[in-house]
């Protein structure tokens, strides 16, 4: 069997899994409960001790599969040893028990007791001669990008969970929560359960709050583009008419000028005419044969110099 970091890891998270569970499940059938406990001190529904467990059980006494009274001692002693220390650490971070075995005979100030190592034992025997087999042969056939995302995934979630639920439980010690009971674990559970719905309900009311301040922002840009678009149509408007002004009064003037060049056209050629009435014969012969006679320009500049 081939045994890595992230093969540790993966059965890490996969008898957490499992251990959760089992001891959540196991709740029901509890007499003294008689309904589902979160058991878990995550968020999450693992539990990190059922994983540490089978990762030293695994690592430190693997090389026991063949010896099976041997596999089943040392891991009556590696769990007994590991679930005493956890309990020992846990109630002095949080000032709370997850578990305690003090009615139960042959304990260890409540932390272990030979009722649980027992199963602990056997557990082992499973865990290394059957159930690691199984599992690290189905890790194997699955490849190994999927692999990789399989374990950073689970490692980011499990390590979010880890110190949002810290942060949580460790603001235990600044509660009037009510943990006087020997197992605190529901207590815990609901506690944990009450705050994380809570941060859930305020995320969600500060995601609704900067969606409608976003939408606030975002309407009162549109109204401000569509004045100043407005305003840029009344400014053109203003431009085209001035224009259109300043152009109508040009032709106007135009107009005006060349009726009146016309009309001087008009008189220079009448008089003319009568000129050439008084005069000769070809003149008034010149005159029939050419009725639209007009003068051109230069010879109206001589006539206005003999004048003169």
């Keep these: 069997m081939n045994y890595n970091l992230e093969t540790y890891f993966l059965l890490f998270m996969i008898y957490s899994i499992l251990g959760w569970c089992m001891e959540s499940i196991k709740m029901i059938f509890n007499k003294n409960v008689g309904h589902f406990v979160d058991r878990g001190f995550l968020i999450g529904p693992y539990l990190p001790i059922y994983g540490s467990g089978v990762v030293a059980i695994t690592f430190l006494l693997g090389k026991y599969s063949n010896d099976i009274p041997a596999l089943f001692w040392l891991s009556m002693i590696t769990c007994g040893i590991l679930e005493y220390f956890t309990s020992f650490f846990m109630e002095k971070l949080f000032n709370a028990r997850w578990w305690d075995y ?11 007791c030979l009722e649980t190592l027992i199963p602990f034992g056997i ?4 865990t290394v001669c059957f159930t690691n087999p199984f599992f690290v042969n189905l890790l194997d056939k699955i490849p190994d990008l999927v692999l990789h995302i399989i374990s950073i995934t689970s490692f980011v979630i499990i390590l979010i969970d880890s110190i949002i639920s810290f942060i949580i439980i460790a603001g235990l010690k600044n509660t009037e929560a009510d943990l006087s009971s020997a197992d605190d674990t529901e207590n815990i559970s609901k506690y944990v359960q009450e705050v994380t719905e809570d941060m859930a309900m305020q995320i969600e009311s500060d995601v609704r709050k900067n969606h409608r301040k976003r939408k606030i ?34 032709l106007q003037e135009l107009n005006e000028r060349l009726e009146k060049r016309k009309l001087e056209n008009e008189n220079l050629t009448n008089k003319i005419k009568e000129s050439f009435s008084n005069k000769s014969f070809l003149h008034k012969r010149l005159m029939d044969a050419f009725p639209t006679f007009e003068i051109t320009d230069k010879l109206k500049e001589k006539i206005k110099n003999k004048k003169n």
């Design 102 to 112: 003090s009615i139960r005979k042959f304990n260890i100030n409540g932390r272990i």
């Design 123 to 126: 557990a082992g025997v499973i």
């Design 217 to 250: 922002r975002r309407q009162r840009k549109f109204i401000h583009m569509k004045v100043r678009a407005n305003k840029q149509i009344r400014e053109s408007q203003i431009k085209s008419q001035k224009l259109h002004a300043r152009i109508t009064k040009d």
